[in-house]
């Protein structure tokens, strides 16, 4: 398969705009209500109706027109990938994140400082997080950050964590499911319930301190909202 380049793409979109400035002009040098249309009122009544709306129909055309010749004008290129499909990046703001106090931090990340490096201790251990190809991946803290910033805000929205990275749009969802893939795999080490013991144990200290029976634990954390 041919690839199509943007110089194609920009001929195709004069071509297209050609065609409708010709159209159009067509339409302002025809009078329908002269056609030879035979003695039928239908046709008649079908003639009057298109004379009416003529003129608009050629205006709305040549406007589409000169959309299309602005359109082809703001291609340049050959289709490569180039200055044209980029926007300026900075990776300031996150390594200032990064450093904020621990207050700062937690309104960041929703965690604080030291649960995010425990975080990165334990996840770089994952060979998810090693590098394969020529281009080594961003570090770990990196590929945290991203998926706590993401899903740490209402919408969980992909634009915002891109900038605030500097990186691509596509890249902030691939480092979100590579984090989630390699929490999930934790789940067999971190996620198991306590054993009969443990619970008759648990229960009885928490009964003890607080007065509620049968209790084997609780949790406190930060709320990640996926959903409007």
Same mark, same amino acid.
């Given at each position: 398969?041919?690839?199509?380049?943007?110089?194609?793409?920009?001929?195709?979109?004069?071509?297209?705009?050609?065609?409708?400035?010709?159209?159009?002009?067509?339409?302002?040098?025809?009078?329908?209500?002269?056609?030879?249309?035979?003695?039928?009122?239908?046709?008649?009544?079908?003639?009057?109706? /298109? @004379? =009416? *709306?003529?003129?608009?129909?050629?205006?709305?055309?040549?406007?589409? %027109? !000169?959309?299309? +010749?602005?359109?082809?004008?703001?291609?340049?290129?050959?289709?490569?990938?180039?200055?044209?499909?980029?926007?300026?990046?900075?990776?300031?703001?996150?390594?200032?994140?990064?450093?904020?106090?621990?207050?700062?931090?937690?309104?960041?990340?929703?965690?604080?400082?030291?649960?995010?490096?425990?975080?990165?201790?334990?996840?770089?251990?994952?060979?998810?997080? /090693? @590098? =394969? *190809?020529?281009k080594p991946q961003h570090h770990i803290a990196?590929?945290? %950050? !991203?998926?706590? +910033?993401?899903?740490?805000?209402?919408?969980?929205?992909?634009?915002?964590?891109?900038?605030?990275?500097?990186?691509?749009?596509?890249?902030?969802?691939?480092?979100?499911?590579?984090?989630?893939?390699?929490?999930?795999?934790?789940?067999?080490?971190?996620?198991?319930?306590?054993?009969?013991?443990?619970?008759?144990?648990?229960?009885?200290?928490i009964e003890a301190k607080i007065g509620f029976?049968?209790?084997?634990?609780?949790?406190?954390?930060?709320?990640?909202?996926?959903?409007?």
């Open positions: 398969m041919v690839k199509e380049t943007l110089g194609g793409l920009q001929e195709d979109l004069y071509d297209d705009a050609s065609a409708l400035f010709a159209v159009a002009e067509t339409l302002d040098h025809v009078d329908l209500m002269n056609l030879n249309l035979e003695d039928d009122d239908d046709m008649d009544e079908l003639a009057q109706m /298109l @004379s =009416r *709306g003529q003129s608009d129909t050629a205006a709305i055309l040549r406007m589409y %027109g !000169a959309l299309f +010749i602005e359109e082809a004008e703001s291609l340049k290129g050959d289709g490569m990938r180039g200055p044209y499909f980029q926007v300026q990046k900075s990776e300031d703001w996150f390594v200032c994140a990064l450093n904020m106090p621990d207050r700062e931090f937690r309104a960041i990340f929703r965690i604080s400082r030291l649960t995010f490096d425990i975080f990165c201790e334990i996840l770089e251990q994952n060979p998810l997080f /090693l @590098s =394969r *190809g020529r990196w590929q945290l %950050g !991203a998926f706590l +910033i993401r899903y740490g805000q209402l919408g969980s929205p992909v634009q915002d964590t891109s900038f605030k990275l500097g990186i691509g749009f596509g890249t902030v969802i691939l480092y979100c499911r590579r984090v989630i893939r390699a929490v999930h795999e934790l789940k067999p080490q971190y996620a198991r319930w306590f054993s009969e013991e443990h619970q008759l144990t648990t229960s009885a200290k029976p049968n209790c084997v634990g609780s949790s406190d954390g930060s709320l990640f909202q996926t959903v409007e």
